[in-house]
């Protein structure tokens, strides 16, 4: 056998080989049909080689492994959105207590009521006639209202009141030092006055230091004591005098 001859036989089985390494590979019977399609069609040659190279390297790349899976970002979790805040019940302020008012107790009623007549100087005198009162146990702040009450004049039933703040729960007056008294009792003919007089301690609203009339600014706080009466005054304008009730001269 020539050289010539060995060499072709060296290469077909060289081919042989190569061919049975082909057909052992993945894919490559699909290969093989498409090379023989592509022979039979005219292509041939160099090109139809290239052309099996390239099926059986995708081939080789597509099957070599199994396909890895793309990394999967997970989609974001939003932050939750805050619940809006709903607020609690208002707790109302406390309504301010307003305190009670307190009245003043009746204060201790007088105990004692006298007259004492003055005659002095003049025809009859009398102007300095006094009325005193005692009224034992009574508060520190207390005053004495005195009431001036008529009975008649000229012999005529009048009625009538006339009351006056006087300051302490005890004390001494004239009758004449009474503001406005003269012309209260006062009788258009000139005749006789009876009238009667009564204490009772009172609280005031205003603080007072003289005797004044009983309504205005001074009134009455609370409830004022029981009142000690007693009548039988008389008041004569033309003799300008007042007298004390029989007895008590």
């Not at 390494?21 to 139809?48: D, E, K, Q, Y």
């Not at 099996?52 to 997970?74: D, E, L, R």
């Not at 009224?135 to 009450?149: K, L, M, R």
Request: net charge positive; charged share 10%.
């Amino acid at each position: 056998m020539n050289k010539g001859t060995m060499d072709t036989n060296d290469t077909r089985q060289q081919r042989r080989g190569g061919m049975k390494r082909l057909a052992g590979l993945p894919g490559s019977r699909t290969a093989a049909a498409a090379f023989v399609l592509t022979v039979a069609l005219g292509a041939g040659g160099p090109a139809a080689y290239a052309w099996w190279n390239q099926q059986g390297t995708a081939a080789i790349t597509v099957t070599a492994g199994k396909p890895t899976a793309s990394a999967v970002t997970p989609p974001a979790t939003p932050d939750p959105t805050p619940s809006p805040t709903v607020p609690g019940p208002t707790t109302p302020a406390p309504t301010p207590t307003t305190p009670p008012v307190t009245t003043p107790a009746a204060p201790a009623a007088p105990t004692v009521l006298s007259c004492a007549r003055n005659p002095g100087t003049g025809s009859n005198g009398g102007r300095d006639t006094t009325i005193s009162w005692s009224a034992p146990g009574a508060p520190a702040g207390t005053s004495t209202i005195v009431d001036v009450i008529l009975m008649s004049k000229n012999g005529q039933a009048v009625s009538g009141t006339l009351s006056y703040a006087v300051p302490g729960a005890s004390g001494t007056v004239a009758l004449a030092a009474l503001p406005g008294v003269e012309t209260y009792l006062a009788d258009a003919q000139g005749k006789n006055t009876k009238f009667a007089v009564a204490v009772r301690n009172a609280w005031l609203s205003t603080s007072i230091a003289a005797p004044v009339v009983l309504g205005g600014p001074v009134t009455v706080a609370g409830t004022p004591s029981t009142a000690l009466t007693r009548d039988g005054f008389q008041y004569k304008e033309n003799g300008d005098w007042f007298n004390c009730p029989n007895g008590t001269h």
